[in-house]
């Protein structure tokens, strides 16, 4: 299964606020970006921010680059595939509807 990492807002927040919402999303890609093409640069303030060695960060950003998108068809039907998972085997108590628990832009 990919690895992801998800922003989380209230739904409250993201639909009274969708220009934001939308610019941060933005910023997150546009900062995402310049960390995969600089990541000798990048290393640097990720060490001085955690006080973990450069080194380290060097690696790490050479095996995940960074990355922020909005939520594709595959990406909600390998989560709404996990959330079946986790219903199954007892995690989730109910079953979830990935895609209306998700706020979209498009919606």
């Keep these: 299964m990919p690895h992801y990492t998800f922003y989380l807002a209230s ?3 993201a639909e009274n606020h969708p220009d934001t919402a939308k ?5 997150l890609s546009q900062l995402s970006d310049w960390a995969n093409a600089h990541q000798d640069d990048a290393a640097g303030i ?5 006080g973990l060695d450069k080194a380290i960060w060097l690696k790490a950003l050479a095996r ?3 990355g922020a998108e909005r939520m594709t068809p595959a990406v909600y039907n390998e989560q709404q595939a996990l ?8 995690l989730l108590p109910v079953k979830v509807d990935v895609r209306s628990a ?6």
């Design 11 to 13: 739904r409250k927040f």
């Design 64 to 66: 995940l680059p960074y």
């Design 23 to 27: 610019q941060v999303v933005d910023e």
């Design 102 to 107: 998700t706020w979209s832009q498009d919606k």
């Design 46 to 50: 990720l060490a001085t921010s955690t």
């Design 83 to 90: 959330a079946d998972t986790f219903t199954r085997i007892g």
